[in-house]
């Protein structure tokens, strides 16, 4: 049991060092992770200044068809949208 206890932790150190090598590997090429952005910054610009046109926040929203906390993440200061 031991034996197969070892050979069973290093092969899961292969495999945690593949999958870290295939991640850099796509980075390098360009791939980006994650969750696709809902609204451009071009969007998130616009959506900005219609907040500071007095535009309702749920009205912004249904223009650009997001939910309400999509357009307060907007609005936020150090808002990466």
């Known amino acids: 049991m031991t ?4 050979i069973a ?3 899961r150190s292969l495999i945690l060092k ?12 360009g791939v980006a992770f994650g969750r696709p ?3 451009r910054p071009d969007q ?4 900005r200044q219609l907040v500071l046109d ?15 906390a999509t357009i307060y993440r907007c609005i936020e200061p150090n808002s990466s949208l």
Do not use: C, W, Y
């Not at 593949?18 to 090429?29: H, L």
């Not at 998130?44 to 959506?47: D, T």
């Not at 007095?54 to 309400?68: D, E, Q, Y």
């Open 54 to 68: 007095g535009k309702s926040i749920s009205a912004i929203a249904r223009t650009f068809n997001v939910h309400p």
């Open 37 to 39: 952005k809902k609204m």
């Open 9 to 11: 932790q290093f092969e």
């Open 44 to 47: 998130a610009a616009l959506a």
């Open 18 to 29: 593949r999958t870290d090598e295939g991640r850099k590997a796509a980075r390098a090429r």
């Open 3 to 6: 034996v197969f206890a070892g």
